[in-house]
């Protein structure tokens, strides 16, 4: 067994449209359902939840899984465009909400990129150094690898199923995995950028 096994796992997840039509209802002034009434509660509305309800099958399945395969609650941190990294529960209101909304997920753009480089510098040395860290979010773009790989290197992992496949596919394994307590295999995401083969399947 590779003794990375016994480790706790850390997943990150990618965020849902801030965007899109189911954000824009939960963020309206005329919403009368649950949601939109706890994001406007001084408590707030855990992101993983609003996230959930923004993205819809893609989100839920990346919420399931983690916490599925997850060791502890900790365990679990959501890219959040604009604050870096999240807990599920970490309070969303409407004022962060719209700061969500207004920063492109793009690795050029400073508002996305320097708050999540420093939290994963701060993970890296948090972390014990064999640990895997599973990234829940698309691998066929630079928009979280070319900012993640510099920092954490081969400790950041995806599910080799992910590629080539799209996000309600996705969704949808992820969904299947968590429901029958069968983890997906993993491969590197250094190899992934950098063009070459990918890392031996592992089950973390």
């Known amino acids: 067994m590779d003794p990375r096994d016994r480790l706790p796992k850390l997943f990150l997840l990618s965020p849902a449209s801030a965007t899109g039509r189911r954000a824009l209802q939960l963020a309206s002034p005329r919403a009368s359902f649950a949601a939109a009434d706890r994001l406007r509660s001084p408590e707030g509305l855990p992101i993983g939840e609003a996230f959930c309800f923004m993205s819809a099958l893609y989100f839920r399945g990346k919420m399931a899984y983690a916490r599925r395969f997850a060791a502890a609650a900790a365990s679990i941190l959501i890219i ?9 529960e970490w309070p969303l209101d409407l004022a962060r909400l719209r700061k969500l909304a207004r920063t492109p997920v793009d690795p050029a ?15 890296a040395l948090r972390l014990p150094a064999a640990a895997g860290i599973v990234l829940l979010g698309s691998i066929a773009t630079g928009k979280y690898l070319d900012l993640l790989v510099p920092i954490l290197g081969e400790r950041l992992l995806f599910p080799r199923a992910f590629a080539g496949t799209g996000d309600m596919r996705r969704g949808a394994l992820m969904l299947r995995a968590a429901a029958c307590g ?3 295999e993993y491969a590197g995401c250094e190899q992934r950028r950098g063009g070459g083969a990918t890392l031996p399947p592992r089950r973390e």
């Not at 959040?80 to 599920?88: I, S, T």
């Not at 753009?109 to 993970?123: D, F, K, N, V």
């Open 109 to 123: 753009h400073r508002g996305y990129s320097a708050p999540l480089r420093r939290q994963a510098r701060e993970l």
């Open 182 to 184: 069968e983890e997906l």
């Open 80 to 88: 959040a465009p604009g604050f870096g990294l999240v807990p599920p």
